[in-house]
């Protein structure tokens, strides 16, 4: 188990590598990242000679590539391309918690929900919760997650102006004075609510249908069959034979969904003006500054391959054959 | 005495046991999209304690979906038990609830599947496979013994290392051994009645052998009744004592492995054993039975199998009523032909190649 770990550690080296010449190649594609700047009277000849300087533009594209990669290993990153003074790993470092917050929040939420959903609407194939649970799913497909944002914003809101009653804040990440521990979390929590409801939401539909579709068809399966011939109560045919046959190719999906979501909550996070990946990442798209662009992506890369690790890692724990030497 | 309303009473006077299952003019349908399926219709036969029941046909006949219908198998919807009875030890199998049939599945009736690669589970080990079914019933085993009883159930049916073997995943052990392990842990309640669905179709024909023996030794420890659901007339000739022959849901012909041989009275049963090879004769095709058989969302009018028929000629009495199954020799020999009488004489090929050999 340990080797297996390392050695897909170790493969997950030339992943990430290939990865970064993808990024560099396709964020320098864009354009030279000094061009905007110099048609920009705020900028002095001087200073953009210096940032030239400091970010080797005048070498070739293969040295450029190596010192941002110089850079990224030994300095994390390194500086944005305009505020020497500041550092993107700091910048980083802040937003990355606040996004991981709200995915595992609402991931860890939508497979508890979702799974259980799936798992009685096949046990109960064609009930009345089947096809409710059938109709909610496609809803969830089909609404666009910065309406159903708004919605619940807009219904918080109401809520508040009414009532005074403040059960979630509708913006933002914390309050003005938050406080200091438990204090601070359920703040936090008050904060993360609506935009976690809205991230839940769309993947309760995707995995209550996965995991029916899964179910169905591990509960139809001759094993399932075995199990019941055993005489087993039909509560252990469901939750020790079948479940955890048919949670292997959920657990796939959601950890392939982990991984996009810590880059990709950018309309949810900017809705809710929440602190996160999405809106860093916009912000360095609107300001043209192509190492923040790049250090993003190389971030959202290297998540995307470790939840495909973990995933990996679980797969091979709820089906012995998988083999981890 | 109709000969009808109890088929398969033996008519030998001194022990007429009660049998341990009893089905009475069951019927079973599955709704397609298509139309009703009648998959079983009107099947009656008895098995009695001790006794390995052969039960015959192609594939499609009803063999194993009346058995799973009456242990609650079948998946409902879209399948359904119409009508019917299937006495347990005197129980009706049919109108007991889920839980009491719960408690009999695995218990006093279990069943060894067809395909020994799909019916275990992948991701439990082998030796809780078997020893659940033993906790399942024997509520008061603690874990230590459920493992010892099942180390020695695998020894039995002849798994090498049970030890080692008991911690392993289906995955780690082959066809056979898979097959092996699934005749352990029906054997694991000492069940009354063993319900072998097809149990060498999928393997080898070399492990095919080693399987018969182990359900051999395994019925011999739970001196158990055994249905044995088959279309290998080979199997049916080494295991069985008395043979059932199913065709298009329904039986066709009962009686004792000897006089099934020896004797049939059913032209499918005896197409059936023409179309299986000759060792004697020099044959360069098989004889199968010509034509397909019958869809069984609209049977043909009459007896089921006259389109198929060598005996029915054409013959308009075929085509328009359905033959009974009826009483048309001793010993409870039934067959469901209007025309049986014309087959005596006809002895199988399989005997007259057996009377070649003997007599070159």
């Known amino acids: 188990m340990v080797t297996y770990i390392i050695r897909r550690l170790l493969y997950s080296i030339p992943v990430l590598f290939a990865a970064s010449v993808l990024i560099f190649v396709s964020v320098t594609a864009v354009g030279n990242p000094l061009a905007a700047l110099k048609q920009n009277p705020l900028f002095s000849t001087q ?10 533009l005048n070498d070739s594209l293969p040295m450029q590539y190596a010192y941002w990669i110089k850079d990224a290993v030994t300095n994390k990153f390194g500086t944005p391309l305009l505020q020497p003074g500041t550092k993107i790993w700091d910048d980083l470092k802040r937003v990355i918690p606040h996004t991981l917050q709200l995915v595992l929040i609402s991931e860890i939420f939508a497979l508890i929900v979702g799974v259980a959903i799936g798992v009685y609407s096949a046990i109960r194939q ?17 609404m666009p997650v910065f309406w159903l944002a708004l919605m619940l914003q807009i219904l918080f809101t109401n809520i508040f102006i009414k009532w005074h009653v403040r059960i979630f804040y509708t913006s933002g990440l914390s309050s003005q004075n938050p406080g200091g521990g438990i204090h601070f979390w359920i703040d936090r929590l008050q904060h993360l609510a609506i935009p976690a409801m809205t991230l839940t939401l769309l993947s309760i539909a995707q995995y209550g249908r996965f995991m029916r579709a899964s179910m169905l068809e591990v509960i139809n399966s001759d094993y399932v069959r075995t199990a019941r011939a055993k005489g087993l109560p039909e509560r252990t045919v469901t939750l020790k034979h079948a479940l955890r046959n048919a949670l292997i190719p959920v657990v796939t999906v959601s950890a392939l969904n982990f991984g996009a979501l810590i880059g990709g909550a950018v309309i949810t996070e900017s809705i809710f003006q929440l602190d996160g990946m999405g ?17 993003w992506l190389m971030v959202t890369a290297t998540a995307v391959v470790a939840f495909n690790l973990i995933a990996d890692v679980l797969y091979g724990y709820i089906d012995p054959r998988i083999r981890f030497d | 005495m109709t000969g009808f309303a109890t088929p398969s009473t033996r008519p030998s006077a001194e022990r007429v046991p009660e049998p341990i299952l009893s089905i009475r003019d069951l019927v079973v349908e ?10 079983v219709d009107g099947v009656s036969y008895d098995v009695f304690p001790g006794e390995t029941l052969g039960i015959v046909g192609e594939s499609g006949s009803g063999k194993s979906v009346s058995q799973l219908a009456i242990l609650g198998l079948i998946p409902q919807p879209p399948g359904r038990i119409v009508s019917g009875e299937a006495k347990f030890d005197g129980n009706d199998l049919l109108k007991m609830s889920k839980k009491e049939l719960r408690r009999l599945r695995g218990g006093e009736v279990a069943m060894i599947f067809q395909d020994p690669m799909t019916s275990l589970n992948p991701v439990l080990k082998i030796g809780l496979q078997i020893a659940e079914a033993i906790q399942a019933h024997q509520e008061d085993v603690k874990d230590k013994a459920a493992k010892e009883r099942t180390i020695a159930l695998l ?8 030890e080692r073997r008991y911690d392993q995943y289906p995955h780690e052990f082959s066809g056979g051994m898979r097959q092996r392990a699934m005749i352990a842990m029906a054997i694991a309640n000492e069940p009354k009645l063993l319900i072998a669905d097809e149990p060498t179709t999928a393997l080898d024909v070399t492990i095919q052998a080693q399987i018969l023996e182990a359900l051999k030794k395994a019925q011999e420890e739970s001196h158990a009744a055994t249905i044995l659901i088959t279309h290998d007339l080979g199997l049916i000739a080494e295991l069985a004592d008395r043979v059932v022959v199913m065709y298009a849901g329904r039986v066709v012909e009962l009686t004792d492995v000897e006089t099934l041989f020896a004797a049939p009275r059913h032209p499918y049963t005896v197409g059936l054993m023409d179309s299986l090879p000759s060792l004697t004769v020099d044959e360069d095709w098989l004889r199968p039975i010509p034509g397909q058989p019958p869809s069984l969302i609209s049977r043909p009018p009459g007896c089921p199998f006259h389109p198929r028929c060598f005996l029915s000629q054409g013959r308009s009495r075929c085509r328009t009523e359905e033959p009974p199954l009826r009483r048309i020799g001793p010993d409870g020999h039934l067959s469901a032909c209007h025309f049986a009488d014309e087959l005596a004489g006809h002895s199988s090929k399989l005997v007259d190649d057996h009377l070649a050999g003997a007599t070159p």
């Open chain 2, 30 to 39: 599955f709704g397609t999209e298509d139309g009703v399926v009648h998959a």
């Open chain 2, 155 to 162: 020894k039995l049916v002849g798994v090498p290392n049970p």
């Open chain 1, 47 to 56: 200073t953009i000679h210096n940032i030239q300087q400091r970010k080797h």
């Open chain 1, 126 to 142: 064609y009930s009345i919760f089947d096809y409710a649970a059938t109709t909610f799913s496609f809803l969830g497909f089909a």
């Open chain 1, 279 to 295: 809106p860093y990442f916009l912000g360095a798209l609107l300001s043209q500054d192509a190492y923040v662009v790049m250090a």
